[in-house]
């Protein structure tokens, strides 16, 4: 069963969303659309605000990929949507506006990573790859705690059903229109990840919508290209 997100998940002020995780030497946040985080400058003065050193920023080109990379660098990553490492004096971040920004932190090393995954990507196998790198760097998926934070929920995100195959029957439900249908992505995460190995008790999933919650986020399928975006961090301290 998913476990949505409750007091014990989330820390919210009027700027921020911060996952709440058992190893209390990682730190993790979410930017709301209250605070500027556009550009570099945006990113490394949230990152400050968070109490992380910006110098240490690990800002990957997201392409809607698959690719998840495990970095000991601050060199950029072209063509990737998910980082890890190791190292106390990196910080993970990507940035998102519906897609979901999904948090890995392990509950006792200095292990953590971010991941974002839009439709694309979770059908593509983004989370498979992700489970495999962990494997690769000597990890266990048990061994890590899991945040789904705030994204595009089942009662906004709308296929047609020319790519409905690609989801799971269980998370696909019809919409009033013909032809079209409604995807909770949540869900088929969870579900994925729970199969490759992690701890359903340990994957907990925010419970708001990025595309109704017109005052506190972004959201590109609202408002297009004007659209701007969420920045998630994760770091230790």
């Known amino acids: 069963m998913m476990v ?63 690719n998840v990379n495990f970095v000991s660098s601050f060199n950029p990553i072209e063509n990737c949507d998910g980082v890890f490492t190791n190292e106390k004096n990196i910080i993970c971040s990507i940035q998102v506006a519906d897609c979901m920004p999904i948090f890995f932190a392990h509950r006792s090393e200095n292990v953590f990573g971010l991941v974002h995954a839009g439709w694309r990507g979770l059908v593509y196998g983004v989370l498979e ?7 690769e760097n000597g990890y266990k998926l048990y061994d890590f705690e899991v945040f789904i934070g705030p994204s ?39 579900r994925e990840m729970r199969h490759m190995g992690f701890r359903e008790n340990q994957i907990k999933i925010s419970n708001e919508c990025t595309f109704c919650s017109q005052e506190k986020y972004h959201s590109f399928r609202r408002d297009g290209k004007n659209s701007g975006r969420m920045i998630g961090l994760i770091g230790s301290v």
């Open 152 to 190: 595009i929920q089942k009662c906004c995100f709308e296929i047609k059903d020319d790519i409905v195959g690609n989801f799971q029957k269980e998370c696909v439900f019809p919409a009033q229109k013909n032809g079209s249908y409604k995807v909770d992505l949540q869900n088929q995460a969870f």
């Open 129 to 135: 790859n992700t489970s495999q790198l962990i494997f």
């Open 4 to 66: 949505k997100n409750s007091s014990k998940v989330l820390n919210e002020e009027h700027w921020i969303v911060q996952p709440q995780f058992t190893n209390l030497n990682l730190r993790a946040a979410f930017s709301l659309k209250s605070i500027s985080v556009e550009g570099l400058e945006g990113r490394r003065s949230f990152a400050k605000k968070i109490g992380f050193d910006p110098t240490g920023l690990v800002i990957p080109k997201q392409t809607h990929s698959t």
